[in-house]
């Protein structure tokens, strides 16, 4: 094929011509493009969108487009800056090349496609790029994609925190649980961390939600209540097992085996049972564990209190009405205190407080389990770019792996 046949076939810089192609051998080898503007071809302003005429001046700018076969491939692009009648000088707007950009838009969108999958590390080096080239790129595509976030029509909300560094440092993630899309994320599990979404939600929207699950955290339950006092908030019945299996059931199993500690053998049985007794029994996945655990709770009958009482204190979320709920609180209360078992009896007493979020759970059946999923997934994301330096982007990268399911 002739060299201007050859070079007919290169298309993708609309309003240009190819003038020169210079191949340039070496350890990674570089195709050049030298691009010419024909006289005749109009000229749009980037400002205003007018046709124009005259033009001001003419800077070449080199940027880097898709590789051709092996070869990195730059282009050499005389620039024009038109003298618009309305806006004075601008660049002259192409629909390849945004303004002020070293990378085609083809480029651009190939780099955001494969960040999607692979960390900004491999992204660069597959493409040859800086590695603060390639996060910038991605980082801006999100930012058009995702921003401003649409929070028209949300009614109920689940928030929940997860760990962002070591140290205890955390963040706090916010959710619209129909649709399971991530609506905001902000550093902190306070009030003040958690403000800036209410503030983007407005006083019209704050006025819209209805309900909001989430744990016992009493900062998120303050800043719900003053910012939007009509909602109900609603305890997540995840989190309080959680609790009780930490205060009680841990708590017991300790006391018991200090109580044992002449039994060698029996103290040993208690001490290593931890996680069997943390377990639900429908996970038990071996027969074993299932017969130990029954051996166990045969014979020891504070960790059979306690153990039951768990699977009742589960109960008070599968209530028909607010006031079945309440009704099966009163019991399970009742029962606690009666039992004697001091852990037992103390974390009656301060889940007492949260009874309110409790019974809501008939009323409003949320829950923020889908939330750990999502917590779960973000821990990959993390761990996928060795973790994030810039909060903004890192937050971006949550938002976009959650765009929401259809309602």
């Given at each position: 094929m002739p060299d201007r046949e050859a070079t007919s076939c290169l298309v993708g810089w609309e309003a240009y011509r190819v003038e020169t192609v210079e191949r340039r051998a070496g350890e990674q080898p570089a195709v050049w493009i030298y691009l010419g503007r024909p006289s005749c071809s109009p000229m749009i302003c980037d400002g205003c969108g007018q046709a124009s005429e005259r033009v001001h001046d003419i800077e070449t700018r080199v940027v880097r487009d898709l590789p051709i076969l092996d070869a990195a491939t730059w282009i050499s692009v005389p620039r024009r800056r038109v003298l618009c009648g309305q806006c004075g000088p601008r660049l002259e707007r192409l629909d390849w090349l945004e303004r002020h950009a070293r990378v085609t838009r083809r480029l651009a969108e190939s780099v955001v496609r494969l960040c999607r999958a692979l960390p900004v590390k491999q992204v660069a080096a597959f493409f040859g790029l800086d590695w603060h080239t390639v996060k910038e790129i991605d980082k801006r595509a999100l930012q058009r994609s995702l921003d401003p976030v649409d929070l028209s029509?949300?009614?109920?909300?689940?928030?929940?925190?997860?760990?962002?560094?070591?140290?205890?440092?955390?963040?706090?993630?916010?959710?619209?649980?129909?649709?399971?899309?991530?609506?905001?994320?902000?550093?902190?599990?306070?009030?003040?961390?958690?403000?800036?979404?209410?503030?983007?939600?407005?006083?019209?929207?704050?006025?819209?939600?209805?309900?909001?699950?989430?744990?016992?955290?009493?900062?998120?339950?303050?800043?719900?209540?003053?910012?939007?006092?009509?909602?109900e908030i609603v305890y997540d019945l995840f989190h309080v097992v959680a609790k009780y299996g930490h205060d009680v059931i841990d708590r017991v199993r300790v006391d018991e085996a200090n109580r044992l500690r002449d039994d060698k053998k029996a103290r040993k049985v208690i001490k290593t049972a931890r996680w069997l007794l943390l377990r639900n029994r429908e996970n038990l996945k071996r027969v074993q564990d299932g017969v130990h655990l029954d051996e166990l709770l045969a014979a020891n009958q504070a960790l059979m209190t306690v153990y039951v009482m768990k699977d009742e204190l589960k109960q008070l979320w599968r209530q028909p009405s607010t006031q079945a709920a309440r009704t099966a609180w009163q019991a399970w209360f009742d029962k606690a205190i009666a039992s004697g078992i001091d852990p037992l009896v103390r974390f009656a007493g301060k889940l007492a407080v949260y009874l309110q979020g409790i019974v809501a759970s008939a009323a409003w059946?949320?829950?923020?389990?889908?939330?750990?999923?999502?917590?779960?997934?973000?821990?990959?994301?993390?761990?996928?770019?060795?973790?994030?330096?810039?909060?903004?982007?890192?937050?971006?990268?949550?938002?976009?792996?959650?765009?929401?399911?259809?309602?």
């Open positions: 029509g949300i009614s109920v909300l689940a928030m929940d925190e997860f760990a962002i560094q070591r140290g205890h440092r955390y963040a706090t993630v916010v959710i619209e649980p129909h649709t399971r899309r991530v609506l905001w994320v902000g550093r902190e599990r306070s009030r003040e961390g958690i403000r800036p979404f209410f503030d983007l939600l407005g006083e019209e929207g704050c006025r819209c939600i209805k309900a909001v699950a989430m744990d016992m955290n009493a900062a998120y339950a303050n800043e719900v209540r003053a910012r939007c006092p009509q909602a059946p949320l829950n923020t389990s889908i939330l750990e999923g999502i917590n779960n997934r973000i821990k990959v994301i993390k761990r996928m770019a060795y973790g994030y330096r810039d909060d903004a982007y890192f937050f971006l990268k949550i938002r976009a792996a959650f765009p929401g399911v259809p309602r």
